[in-house]
């Protein structure tokens, strides 16, 4: 059974940065496998797509509210995946969450992802 654990989130001020991290276990073929996304969901709304990096670390995608302030990274030996995220605003306030993708691509629905961490909170306060 896949896991994922992400670890990272906190309070800060604005213009902050903070580095989310995202742990996988349970992968019977090894990693990396798939492709990995970021997702968020603030209250009272959907999730939505942050950022998404193909399996070999290549051809990342950002939604357009966090590109050129947020960085996805991924260090396939150790089994992990990284979100860097600078500049934080008070609209990035969300529950973040890491997600493993069936396919070898960056995705941005959160179809395309079959399992998911538990989230963990950031908040930006002004």
């Known amino acids: 059974q896949v896991q994922l654990v992400e670890s990272g989130g906190g309070v800060v001020q604005a213009g902050a940065s903070l580095r989310l991290s995202c742990v996988l276990h349970?992968?019977?073929?090894?990693?990396?496998?798939?492709?990995m996304g970021w997702f968020r969901q603030a209250p009272g709304k959907e999730r939505e797509f942050v950022a998404s990096?193909?399996?070999?670390?290549?051809?990342?995608k950002y939604a357009e509210s966090v590109k050129g302030r947020f960085t996805t990274s991924r260090d396939n030996a150790k089994n992990l995946v990284y979100l860097q995220m600078n500049n934080l605003k008070t609209e990035d306030t969300a529950v973040y969450y890491c997600?493993?993708?069936?396919?070898?691509?960056?995705?941005?629905?959160?179809?395309?992802?079959?399992?998911w961490g538990q989230g963990t909170q950031v908040t930006v306060s002004s």
């Open positions: 997600a493993r993708a069936g396919t070898l691509t960056p995705q941005t629905t959160s179809q395309a992802y079959d399992y």
């Open positions: 349970g992968l019977t073929m090894g990693f990396p496998d798939k492709a």
């Open positions: 990096i193909s399996w070999n670390g290549d051809w990342p």
